[in-house]
């Protein structure tokens, strides 16, 4: 399996993003998936999970009321919806995958894309 990561930019704060993880090499289906993210200059951080069956959509708190997480597994995709875009929300942007149910933790993540820059600012 291999992750790619697209749709980062330049945005302004208060604009929006919808980022792709796009899968190869196998189905997507039977994977949850997560979004990660790392600010410059610190570590990185979880921010959104989706189940391989679609029952189960985890957010960090300070994202929840403002990015979706959902998946198309027809086209082997995830996407991470971002809108009301600040700029704390700059950083890198990594997908990740492993089997069936979302972790907490992001060693237990098993195949990671290399990333898609985000940059908030005005």
């Known amino acids: 399996l291999q992750l790619v990561e697209s749709g980062g930019g330049l945005v302004q704060p208060g604009g929006s993003l919808r980022l792709s993880c796009t899968a190869s090499?196998?189905?997507?289906?039977?994977?949850?998936i997560g979004w990660f993210r790392q600010p410059p200059g610190k570590e990185r951080e979880g921010i959104s999970c989706?189940?391989?069956?679609?029952?189960?959509?985890n957010y960090l708190d300070s994202v929840k009321d403002r990015f979706t997480i959902s998946r198309d597994n027809g086209k082997n995709t995830a996407y991470l919806q971002m809108a009301s875009l600040e700029p704390s929300d700059t950083g890198v942007y990594f997908c990740?995958?492993?089997?069936?149910?979302?972790?907490?933790?992001?060693?237990?993540?098993?195949?990671w894309g290399l990333g898609t820059q985000v940059t908030v600012s005005s």
């Open positions: 990740a995958a492993l089997p069936l149910f979302c972790a907490s933790g992001a060693q237990e993540y098993e195949t």
């Open positions: 090499g196998r189905t997507l289906n039977p994977y949850a």
């Open positions: 989706i189940s391989s069956a679609n029952t189960v959509k």
